[in-house]
């Protein structure tokens, strides 16, 4: 799944090629795609738009236009935003906005992601957008919001990082990368940190995010740019993915687990 430095990578690839276009036609090939309105309301309200500026909160991309409504991108599991130039259809395509230049290609094969078309309000149907948490790179992310959220959680540190409410953004690769470098065990309650263990933590996952947006984000499989690139950090994991290799600090084999539903990696001997 796409997470923050992916979907921040795709934002700052398809600024430049988007700003200033203009919307001139929608074609839905599932409908289902459209999260919010209605399909009819969604054309009628997005063709003949400008977009104005492209954003990301979370793991949503989020494109303003003209008259101030947002289309609002939840890529999910496996949706790809791709530039298309000329007339052929990607495998997969679900909705396709032809602008002045190229053309948005939202591609989602196991259809969880959407894109909604918000004015003012957000509508309920984008679940948990209003309780997302500060964004991770934001100053607003520091060790005494995250020593609120935490204080006497009996919920495992890994899961509780993957609450949008808490860790913003963060997905399954970057809570693991982000406890390696802290040295703090995933299977540790929220609750029992130190305020020293906070504090890492803090600047653990500022600083994975940061290499990772520098290196254009992971891709294990389903992540790819908008010109069908790879990212670049997948060979920077210390150890997502890097199970029963050695730990690059210490040598100890890198340890498999699951937390919750979700497979989780770690290293036995760095992580306490
Ligand atoms: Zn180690």
């Known amino acids: ?22 919307i001139r036609e929608v074609v839905i090939r599932r409908k289902e795609i ?19 500026e492209v954003e990301r909160r979370g793991k949503y991309l989020i494109l303003r236009l003209s008259d101030g409504s947002r289309l609002i991108f939840h890529l999910k599991l496996s949706g790809r935003l ?14 396709r906005f032809l602008l002045n230049q190229r053309n948005l290609s939202f591609v989602e094969p196991r259809m969880f992601g959407r894109v909604f078309l918000v004015e003012g309000e ?20 520091n060790q005494s919001f995250l020593r609120e959220k935490l204080r006497g959680r009996k919920g495992k540190i890994k899961f509780l990082l993957l ?3 808490i860790g913003c953004g963060i997905g399954n690769i970057y809570a693991d990368e982000s406890l390696f470098l802290a040295r703090i065990n995933p299977e540790r309650t929220g609750g029992s940190l130190t305020q020293e263990e906070i504090a890492r933590l803090v600047r653990a996952i500022k600083k994975v ?10 891709t294990l499989s389903d992540y790819f740019r908008p010109d069908g690139k790879e990212g670049g950090f997948q060979s920077l994991l210390r150890v997502k993915d890097r199970e029963g290799e050695p730990c690059l600090v210490c040598g100890e084999l890198i340890q498999k687990i699951r937390i919750g539903n979700r497979s989780t990696h770690l290293c036995p001997r760095c992580q306490r």
Do not use: C, N, Y
């Not at 796409?2 to 203009?22: C, D, F």
């Not at 791709?82 to 909705?95: N, Q, T, Y």
């Open 163 to 165: 609450d949008q409410r």
């Open 1 to 22: 799944m796409p997470e923050l430095p992916e979907v921040e990578t795709i934002k700052r690839e398809l600024a430049p090629h988007l700003k200033g276009e203009i």
């Open 122 to 141: 957000v509508p309920r149907v984008l679940k948990g957008w209003q309780e997302l948490g500060p964004e991770p790179l934001s100053r607003a992310f």
């Open 82 to 95: 791709f530039l298309i130039d000329g007339e052929e259809s990607p495998k997969h395509e679900r909705i």
């Open 34 to 52: 459209v999260g919010f309105p209605k399909i009819q309301l969604f054309k009628q309200k997005v063709i003949g738009k400008r977009i104005k």
């Open 209 to 218: 995010l940061r290499k990772a947006i520098r290196h254009k984000g992971t």
